[in-house]
């Protein structure tokens, strides 16, 4: 095998290994609070494969692959224990000096003192979930408080900002001020109503709803047609309409129009994805307690569950079981199934 070659089974074979698991991802601009909420993710999902008994270079690695914000950190701690031959302590110590995140530098110390210590990997993992879930709830409900609040002086805002555009209109029609002061007052009114909106979206908790998939749902795959097709649509049918009849209001309303079927179907995928989330905790209860009670596996135990449990993702869960009948692999038919839903919460669990 020539040396390229094996390099690259090895890095396949060794997730950790990737550089690209270990690059960190810039996302300061949208969702900068998103590091806390994924770290949690992947604290659950190392608790739970912790049971296993797993040693600790599969559980950086599993880390590494799952993707999300501190996913990075786990890879250059396992690139380190692999190519410079650190112990796990020592590399994490390492990796949270150069760590800018917020979160994972003080996680990381506290991960390699845990395992200088010699404390299990199980037991440390449970005690750091509980405290991050604690945490990452109370932070939530300060920023859901703190959200009504902004929320109301958004408002008062956009009063404003409309006052402002009003006297601007009243004054033009008193004395003829010529049609660029109206521009530049619908310009510096548009900026500052986009200054509040995004100092809410960061104001408010980071909570997504759609996952990011690259297979989508079947609302998401609509959505994105209908959004290809009608907002090239409605610019050209909006200008077509300003040139054609002179009317501003007329070419707006058009435009309106056209796109109104994607705001549809957007509202439509958030109504039934609200659905999902709500029933993927009772559903995950009644499937372990049916796994648990019969002794099978989770995919025989499918068929066992109470069709009042599953609620609205029975559609779904009726085609992996038809998938997995015709013989299909279970990983796959389970990565169609979270693409069916839609939902992030529902990868994440």
Same mark, same amino acid.
């Given at each position: 095998q020539r040396p390229r070659d094996k390099a690259s089974s090895e890095?396949?074979?060794?997730?950790?290994?990737?550089?690209?698991?270990?690059? %960190?991802?810039? #996302?300061?601009?949208f969702?900068?609070?998103?590091?806390?909420?994924?770290?949690?993710?992947? !604290?659950?999902? %190392?608790? &739970?494969? &912790? /049971?296993a008994n797993v040693n600790r270079m599969q559980l950086f690695e599993a880390a590494a692959r799952l993707n999300y914000g501190p996913s990075p950190y786990f890879a250059q701690v396992a690139n380190l @224990?692999? /190519? %410079?031959? +650190?112990?796990?302590? +020592?590399?994490?110590? @390492?990796?949270?000096?150069?760590? *800018?995140? *917020?979160?994972?530098?003080?996680?990381? %110390? #506290?991960?390699?003192?845990s395992m200088a210590s010699g404390e299990p990997e199980s037991v440390f993992l449970e005690r750091e979930a509980e405290v991050q879930m604690a945490d990452y709830t109370n932070g939530y409900e300060r920023d859901v408080e703190s959200l009504r609040k902004w929320t109301d002086a958004f408002v008062a805002l956009m009063v404003s900002t409309n006052l402002v555009v009003l006297v601007a209109l009243i004054s033009n029609m008193i004395y003829d001020m010529g049609s660029l002061l109206i521009i530049m007052t619908e310009g510096v009114v548009m900026a500052v109503a986009g200054m509040g909106a995004y100092l809410l979206y960061r104001i408010a908790p980071f909570d997504p709803m759609i996952h990011k998939l690259r297979d989508k749902s079947q609302e998401q795959k609509l959505m994105s047609l209908l959004a290809r097709i009608l907002f090239p649509s409605a610019l050209v049918m909006s200008l077509a309409v300003y040139f054609a009849f002179q009317s501003m209001g007329l070419a707006l309303l058009i435009g309106g129009l056209l796109v109104l079927p994607v705001g549809v179907v957007t509202h439509l995928l958030e109504r039934k994805v609200d659905d999902r989330d709500r029933d993927i905790a009772d559903f995950l209860r009644a499937l372990g307690g049916v796994t648990a009670a019969r002794g099978?596996? @989770?995919?025989?135990?499918?068929? +066992?569950?109470?069709?009042?449990?599953?609620? &609205?993702? *029975?559609?779904? !869960?009726?085609?992996?079981?038809? #998938? @997995?009948?015709?013989?299909?692999?279970?990983?796959?038919?389970w990565t169609r199934f979270i693409a069916e839903t839609g939902s992030d919460l529902v990868n994440r669990v």
């Open positions: 890095a396949g074979s060794r997730p950790g290994r990737d550089p690209a698991l270990a690059r %960190l991802k810039n #996302r300061w601009l969702d900068p609070d998103a590091s806390q909420y994924d770290l949690l993710t992947v !604290l659950t999902y %190392l608790a &739970s494969i &912790s /049971t @224990v692999q /190519t %410079l031959g +650190h112990d796990f302590a +020592h590399a994490c110590h @390492v990796v949270s000096q150069g760590a *800018e995140d *917020e979160v994972m530098p003080q996680f990381l %110390l #506290r991960f390699g003192n099978s596996t @989770v995919i025989d135990s499918l068929s +066992h569950i109470d069709r009042r449990a599953i609620g &609205s993702l *029975e559609p779904e !869960l009726k085609r992996l079981l038809a #998938r @997995v009948a015709a013989g299909i692999n279970t990983t796959r038919a």
